[in-house]
C-alpha cells in the first residue's frame, strides 16, 4: 500500500508563490496518476492538477498558467509550483494517487493528510 506526505504548505501573501511537495512511499509502484487537489471551507474538494505515469499533465481553469505540476525522475515524489497566489487558492491542498488521472475524488484511493494554503492580502 503506498502511502502519500505533502508537505510545503504556509500562508502568503497574495501575489506570492509556493511550492508543495508530495512524497510517495511503501508500494509506489502501483500508482499511475499522481494529483493535487484543494478543498476550501465549506466546499467540495476539486481537482487542480495531475501527472499521469507518461508525464502528461491536466490543469483545472482556476489554475492554469499560474500552477505546474512535477514529477521526479522516480515519480515517487510530486510538485505543485504554484505563483500569483490569491485568496481563492486558500484550502487544505491534499495528493492522491489512482490508477488514471480524472478529476473526480472518488476515483483516487489513496490520500495523503493534506497541507494548507492560506493566501491574505
Known amino acids: 500500500q503506498v502511502q502519500l506526505m505533502e508537505s510545503g504548505g504556509n500562508s502568503v501573501q497574495s501575489g506570492g508563490s509556493l511550492r508543495l511537495t508530495c512524497a510517495a512511499s511503501g508500494a509506489t509502484d502501483n500508482h499511475y496518476c499522481m494529483a493535487w487537489f484543494r478543498q476550501a471551507p465549506g466546499k467540495e474538494r476539486e481537482g487542480v492538477a495531475a501527472?499521469?505515469?507518461?508525464?502528461?499533465?491536466s490543469y483545472a481553469d482556476s489554475v492554469k498558467g499560474r500552477f505546474t505540476i512535477s514529477q521526479d525522475s522516480d515519480k515517487n515524489t510530486v510538485y505543485l509550483q504554484m505563483t500569483n497566489l490569491t485568496p481563492a487558492d486558500t484550502a487544505m491542498y491534499y495528493c492522491?494517487?489512482?490508477?488514471?488521472?480524472?478529476?473526480?475524488?472518488?476515483?483516487?484511493?489513496?490520500w495523503g493528510p493534506g497541507t494548507q494554503v492560506t493566501v491574505w492580502g
Open positions: 492522491a494517487t489512482a490508477w488514471f488521472c480524472s478529476w473526480v475524488p472518488s476515483q483516487y484511493n489513496v
Open positions: 501527472i499521469d505515469y507518461d508525464t502528461e499533465t
